[in-house]
């Protein structure tokens, strides 16, 4: 078989790089939240959490992959927890074992984003903010359900306060890597290989529009019902993957898992295999990442009211009896109305916004709202393309170089 470079310059459709940022090359930015996974399901289950250096070991493999496909600089967010300093450390040390300068760098160019860490989501959202105005091809984000869910939120929302636009097409994809609690969005793969894919795509060696995948999420509207005096201003947010609506009027320790507390719940997708809220969804009517529409689920309030009982994991190592009453499809951009007057509204797992009677509560399913770079479509495409094949720099002089395998355009291959 002929081996060929992939997209070869003279290759009219050949893709463009999408982030090249300044003169530096394809650009990329990682947002490493250093303390997912430490909420209160580690106590009340059986929820697992990465020490630092795991994080940091997780960064370095994703940068290893990163460099290999093509990404020249990564855009980190700053950190107190001690990520940004082992890896300098540790980068420092690679530089000095360098043999010399000519010798490849196992990892792009680092620059840390400037911004003051405050170790709060204020900081996911302003170095997400900070990041697309840098022009990045892609954000690398590592966390559970909530870390993507506050990088989508200042993606979609930062530049529509007033609700969820049309815009998506304009934002930078992100991929995810699971280092939280509840994992139902990220997925779970060796980073190495998500920073090889993210590497293909910054770099434009894959088409970026074969592997930007489309993801749909719930749009949040609390807004003062007519002749109630509400003086409460109209808010919006977003889940990307289940808004619970909670019977509890505080936000407390924000993380779910009383199944005594939910009322009811509203999902862009629902999986089986998933762990978390999202799981109810799953374990009565699946709904695809990619499938059109999502799933609605009212829950009862007592034994008499329920039309069946549900056991489902609602963290890890916790599976519940859930009550369930009914439940329907969403279809998008149609409005659902919450029933309860009361109570809290929880995003991807954590109780976030507090309403009484004053307010009314909508969900709304949003589809192709924001995208993610599809891993296993760009590794397809890689290899499909020889996308990461190279004539060898010098044949041994051991070996004749007339030997079979030798030479890649179309000579035989070895056996």
């Known amino acids: 078989m002929t081996a060929r470079a992939a997209f070869p310059a003279s290759d009219p459709d050949r893709t463009a790089p999408p982030g090249m940022v300044d003169d530096a090359g394809p650009t990329i930015g990682v947002i490493a939240n250093p303390v997912s996974a430490r909420d209160i399901r580690r106590i009340v289950a059986n929820a697992g959490n990465l020490q630092i250096t795991d994080r940091v070991n997780i960064v370095l493999r994703l ?3 990163a460099a290999a496909g093509g990404v020249k600089r990564a855009l980190l967010m700053p950190d107190r927890g001690g990520i940004r300093a082992l890896l300098e450390r540790h980068l420092r040390r690679e530089r000095e074992s360098r043999l010399d300068a000519a010798q490849t760098a196992v990892y792009p160019d680092l620059e840390f984003l400037d911004m003051e860490p405050t170790s709060t989501v204020a900081d996911t959202f302003l170095a997400t903010r900070l990041l697309r105005q840098r022009g990045v091809a892609a954000i ?3 966390g559970g359900d909530g870390t993507h869910r506050a990088v989508v939120r200042e993606l979609v929302l930062g530049q529509a306060p007033a609700g969820v636009g049309g815009a998506a097409a304009g934002l930078p994809p992100i991929a995810g890597l699971s280092t939280g609690t509840n994992n139902a969005f990220p997925e ?13 795509y910054a770099a434009g060696r894959v088409p970026a529009d074969a592997v930007r995948q489309p993801n749909k999420l719930i749009e949040v509207s609390l807004e003062p019902l007519p002749g109630s005096g509400s003086a409460a201003a109209p ?4 889940a990307i993957v289940d808004a619970v609506v909670t019977r509890e009027h505080s936000i407390g320790a924000r993380a779910l898992w009383k199944a005594e507390s939910l009322d009811s719940a509203y999902l862009a997708f629902a999986d089986p295999q998933a762990i978390g809220l999202s799981a109810i969804g799953g374990l009565l009517q699946p709904v695809g990442r990619r499938e059109a529409g999502g799933l609605a689920v009212q829950l009862a309030a007592d034994a008499r009211h329920a039309l069946l009982d549900l056991h489902a994991p ?10 369930i009453a ?15 007057r009361s109570g809290t509204v929880a995003l991807d797992g954590e109780r976030e916004l507090p309403f009484d009677a004053g307010l009314q509560v909508r969900m709304t399913l949003r589809e192709a709202a924001f995208f993610t770079i599809d891993v296993p479509r760009c590794m397809a495409l890689a290899a499909q393309e020889g996308a990461l094949r ?5 044949a041994p002089e051991s070996l004749p170089t007339d030997r079979p395998g030798a030479d890649l355009d179309g000579a035989t291959p070895l056996p």
């Open 63 to 65: 940068l290893a992959g």
């Open 140 to 142: 690398v984000v590592l």
């Open 188 to 200: 779970l793969r060796e980073p190495t290989i998500t920073g090889l894919a993210v590497g293909l």
């Open 235 to 238: 808010q919006r947010d977003i």
């Open 314 to 323: 609602i963290a890890p190592g916790l599976v519940r009896p859930v009550p």
């Open 326 to 340: 009914h439940w329907q499809r969403m279809v998008a951009d149609e409005p659902l109305t919450v029933a309860r």
């Open 390 to 394: 190279q004539a060898p720099r010098a």
